[in-house]
């Protein structure tokens, strides 16, 4: 496990070892700058690994509940870059949030501090994602996307922000406006074969949960849906939420074809994605089916170089296939 790696890749077991091991490590890092500017230069406490090794080991600490160790990390960030710095004053709200708990009263006066730093300063940006994170953890919807449009109002181009209010949308059901959120992650990054797919997948759920499955717009999101997932794949050739998406789509797809009514696409809008004939749709599934059991198997197998998927979207995979084989067999 390296404390390079992002903690939000870490598995629970791997970052309770890692907290574990938390007192042994800040003992091996470096934890104060030199006396002269020379000095501080010539330090290995200057790497950025450093700094980024004693916040990925603070996170992975909050996450296993040893404060202590945390604590310490903050500390060190604190006497390295002092407290008025932006992403260290998020860190400390991050460390005052885990000590509260479910106090309410506590995490509100962890918001409210949150509300006086962004009166002084507007654009911090760390305070203001920290500040619609803890609106959400406590409820508060309204206001987290009221604060997500206050932090897109002035930094259109944070694409985190946008996949967050899109989760938002879709957490109560607004498919339409979480459509809206993704495209304008795309925009800012349009080769992310996994935003491609996550738009696949909401454009998906908005179509199998239009009443009656036979009007236009449930046919159009049917479309966009297999387009994103097809892009996807696209992009990441051994991507298996994109194969699994594509099946899914697919399928319901050729189930559904007979209820839409046929496309005209003389009438179509330039903006439009027409399905593709009934002849590539069924390809495109027997694709899909191909690629997921490739992938379950080779998996299973303990191959190497495809030992990088997560064990439950694996189950899934085998889960929806076996699907598929019951089904031939009836």
Same mark, same amino acid.
């Given at each position: 496990?390296?404390?390079?790696?992002?903690?939000?890749?870490?598995?629970? %077991? #791997? &970052?309770?070892?890692?907290?574990?091991?938390?007192? *042994? =490590? /800040?003992? !091996?890092?470096?934890?104060?700058?030199? $006396?002269?500017?020379?000095?501080?230069?010539?330090?290995?406490?200057?790497?950025?690994?450093?700094?980024?090794?004693?916040?990925?080991?603070?996170?992975?600490?909050?996450?296993?509940?040893?404060?202590?160790?945390?604590?310490?990390?903050?500390?060190?960030?604190?006497?390295?870059?002092?407290?008025?710095?932006?992403?260290?004053?998020?860190?400390?709200?991050?460390?005052?949030? %885990? #000590? &509260?708990?479910?106090?309410?009263?506590?995490?509100? *006066? =962890? /918001?409210? !501090?949150?509300?006086?730093?962004?009166? $002084?300063?507007?654009?911090?940006?760390?305070?203001?994602?920290?500040?619609?994170?803890?609106?959400?953890?406590?409820?508060?919807?309204?206001?987290?996307?009221?604060?997500?449009?206050?932090?897109?109002?002035?930094?259109?181009?944070?694409?985190?922000?946008?996949?967050?209010?899109?989760?938002?949308?879709?957490?109560?059901?607004?498919?339409?406006?979480?459509?809206?959120?993704?495209? #304008?992650?795309?925009?800012?990054?349009?080769?992310?074969?996994? =935003?491609?797919?996550?738009?696949?997948?909401?454009?998906?759920?908005?179509?199998?949960?239009?009443?009656?499955?036979?009007?236009?717009?449930?046919?159009?999101?049917?479309?966009?849906?297999?387009?994103?997932?097809?892009?996807?794949?696209?992009?990441?050739?051994?991507?298996?939420?994109?194969?699994?998406?594509?099946?899914?789509?697919?399928?319901?797809?050729?189930?559904?074809?007979?209820?839409?009514?046929?496309?005209?696409?003389?009438?179509?809008?330039?903006?439009?994605?027409?399905?593709?004939?009934?002849?590539?749709?069924?390809?495109?599934?027997?694709?899909?089916?191909?690629?997921?059991?490739?992938?379950?198997?080779?998996?299973?197998?303990?191959?190497?170089?495809?030992?990088?998927?997560?064990?439950?979207?694996?189950?899934?995979?085998?889960?929806?296939?076996?699907?598929?084989?019951?089904?031939?067999?009836?």
């Amino acid at each position: 496990m390296s404390l390079l790696h992002p903690p939000s890749h870490l598995t629970p %077991a #791997e &970052a309770l070892a890692l907290s574990q091991r938390a007192p *042994a =490590v /800040l003992r !091996s890092l470096p934890s104060s700058v030199g $006396k002269s500017a020379l000095q501080s230069l010539a330090s290995p406490i200057e790497s950025p690994e450093v700094w980024m090794s004693y916040e990925n080991l603070l996170i992975s600490c909050l996450r296993t509940g040893d404060l202590e160790s945390a604590r310490e990390c903050i500390r060190r960030l604190v006497n390295r870059f002092g407290d008025e710095n932006d992403r260290v004053m998020a860190l400390e709200g991050l460390v005052r949030e %885990a #000590e &509260a708990e479910d106090n309410v009263k506590l995490l509100e *006066a =962890v /918001l409210k !501090s949150y509300d006086d730093i962004l009166a $002084k300063d507007n654009t911090n940006v760390p305070i203001h994602k920290r500040r619609i994170a803890l609106l959400r953890s406590t409820g508060k919807t309204a206001e987290a996307v009221s604060g997500l449009v206050a932090l897109l109002d002035f930094s259109p181009t944070d694409a985190e922000g946008w996949a967050e209010l899109a989760d938002v949308y879709l957490e109560q059901g607004l498919y339409a406006q979480a459509v809206y959120a993704l495209e #304008e992650v795309l925009v800012l990054t349009p080769n992310a074969w996994n =935003v491609h797919a996550r738009l696949g997948e909401v454009e998906f759920m908005a179509a199998s949960t239009a009443a009656g499955g036979s009007d236009a717009a449930t046919q159009k999101y049917a479309a966009e849906s297999l387009k994103r997932f097809c892009r996807s794949i696209e992009l990441c050739d051994d991507y298996l939420r994109g194969y699994y998406g594509l099946k899914l789509a697919t399928s319901f797809v050729l189930k559904n074809a007979g209820k839409w009514p046929k496309q005209n696409s003389n009438n179509s809008s330039s903006e439009d994605f027409s399905l593709p004939d009934t002849a590539t749709v069924q390809r495109l599934e027997q694709l899909a089916t191909e690629k997921l059991s490739e992938i379950v198997r080779r998996y299973t197998a303990k191959e190497p170089h495809w030992s990088g998927y997560d064990g439950e979207e694996i189950e899934a995979a085998r889960e929806l296939l076996s699907g598929v084989a019951a089904a031939v067999v009836r």
